[in-house]
C-alpha cells in the first residue's frame, strides 16, 4: 500500500509540472488523487480572490437539475445552515480542512446534505484551499466520500497537505478551465 502511494504521488507530481492547460490537467489531477487519497468523486473550483466561482470541474456525471438547485438555493446562501459557505474560502488560509468539521448532526439533517449531497452519492469531503505564494486565491479542491465508505483520516489529510504546493503551483501556471460554466 505503501508504494503505491508513494508511485501514485510521484506521478502526480510529475503530471502537476507538465505544463498541460486546464482542461487536460484537471480531469488527469483528479483521477490520480485517488491513487494517493481514495475517494469517490473530486472536484476542483477555480476562484477569483474574492472567493466569487469562476469555474469548476466535477468528476464523474453531474445531475443537472441538483447543480441548478444547488447553485440557485444554497450557494453561498443555505449552505451556511450546515457549513460554512463557499465564499469564506477568501479569508483561509491555504491548506486543509478536514472532514472533522462536518462531522455533525447537523450537517447530515441538512436540506444541503439530503438534496444535494446525499443524492449525488457523496457523505464526507476534505477540502484543501490552494493560494498563490504571494496568498492569492486559487481555488478549492475538494475530495468525497460516499455513504459507507471509511472516513477520512488524518494521514489522508497530510497526504493531501503535502501536495498543495505543487497543485498550486500547476493550477496557477495553467489558469481556469474555459469549458466548464457556472451555472450562477
Keep these: ?18 505544463g498541460l492547460p486546464a482542461e487536460q490537467l484537471m480531469p488527469a489531477l483528479l483521477e490520480a488523487l485517488h491513487g ?14 474574492g472567493a466569487q466561482l469562476v469555474r469548476y470541474f466535477f468528476e464523474g456525471p453531474i445531475d443537472g437539475r441538483i447543480a441548478q438547485l444547488y447553485f440557485d438555493e444554497f450557494h453561498n446562501r443555505r449552505d451556511a445552515d450546515a457549513m460554512p459557505p463557499f465564499q469564506t474560502l477568501a479569508a483561509l ?11 455533525h448532526d447537523r450537517f447530515y439533517r441538512s436540506a444541503l446534505y439530503h438534496e444535494i449531497w446525499k443524492p ?20 478549492s479542491l475538494v475530495l468525497y466520500r460516499a455513504p459507507g465508505d471509511a472516513p477520512f483520516t488524518l494521514a489522508d489529510e497530510d497526504r493531501l497537505a503535502q501536495l498543495l504546493p505543487v497543485f498550486a503551483e500547476a493550477v496557477a501556471s495553467c489558469g481556469p478551465a474555459i469549458a466548464d460554466e457556472p451555472h450562477l
Excluded: Y
Design 36 to 49: 494517493i487519497v481514495p475517494s469517490h468523486r473530486n472536484l476542483f473550483d477555480w476562484t477569483d480572490e
Design 93 to 103: 488560509p491555504a491548506g486543509v480542512r478536514g472532514a472533522r468539521e462536518l462531522a
Design 120 to 139: 449525488q452519492g457523496m457523505h464526507t469531503r476534505v477540502e484543501a484551499v490552494l493560494r498563490r505564494p504571494g496568498g492569492q486565491l486559487l481555488g
Design 1 to 18: 500500500m505503501v508504494l503505491k502511494i508513494v508511485k501514485a504521488t510521484a506521478a502526480v507530481r510529475a503530471l502537476c509540472r507538465l
